[in-house]
């Protein structure tokens, strides 16, 4: 897979068990950039689509395949895309042979209680004779635990937890290195390449001594020059 950016003159190659680093040294131009991805995966600016993914020619709808991280602290694991594919999910699992007896008995009981307080009551009323299971699992309000013990710990499960239920192959993370350690970094590229989900870290300033071995890094530096 490729990334290419209109603000940048290299495109950004994902290969298998290697990390890109981009580190943008000039303030104003990482502000930009962080700007521009953030409008163009939130739809904030439908005109403004700076950057363009790609496999083997093919262009891939970048917030589909991409899933971009601002504030470690505060995913949001039970966001609506996420917890409506989780329900669809469940909804299948309830209509398969295992399933389908509980579920048929179930939503039928569940009819006949309604009807028995609706009899009760004054007005005519009436009800649907099928119930939506995704309607059940609202109620029931189906959602992700996201207690953890560390910001490591969190970051991995809601990596697994995207890929598996949206398909997300590519993680953007802005800065992260400021909240991890050298020894949690390498726990997470990792767990990452195990999972074969790519990474990209979007960061400000460069430290070769802290570059670790499976990192590929861009840097742009304060006068924008593009370095490899």
């Known amino acids: 897979m490729n990334l290419y950016c209109q603000l940048l003159e290299q495109k950004i190659i994902f290969e298998e068990n290697k990390i890109n680093v981009l580190y943008l040294e000039n303030k104003a131009f990482l502000v930009k950039f962080i700007d521009s991805l953030c409008k163009q995966f939130y739809k904030k600016e439908l005109s403004l689509e700076l950057f363009t993914l790609s496999d083997e020619n093919k262009q891939l709808d970048i917030t589909r395949e991409t899933e971009l991280i601002i504030d470690p602290f505060n995913l949001d694991f039970n966001q609506k895309k996420i917890i409506n594919s989780i329900y669809e999910n469940l909804s299948k699992i309830a209509q398969t042979d295992e399933y389908y007896l509980k579920t048929n008995k179930l939503t039928g009981e569940l009819i006949n209680y309604v009807n028995d307080l609706m ?88 430290d070769q001594e802290k570059t670790l071995m499976c990192e590929k890094n861009l840097i742009v530096d304060q006068d924008l020059c593009e370095i490899y």
């Open 119 to 206: 009899a009760d009551y004054n007005l005519d009323l009436n009800i649907t004779d099928h119930i939506n299971i995704i309607d059940l699992l609202k109620i029931a309000k189906v959602h992700i635990n996201n207690e953890y013990d560390s910001l490591l710990e969190k970051l991995i499960d809601f990596a697994k937890i995207i890929q598996e239920v949206l398909n997300i192959k590519i993680l953007i993370l802005v800065n992260i290195k400021n909240f991890l350690t050298e020894k949690e970094l390498s726990i997470f590229y990792q767990e990452m390449q195990r999972q074969k989900i790519f990474i990209l870290l979007v960061e400000h300033k460069y």
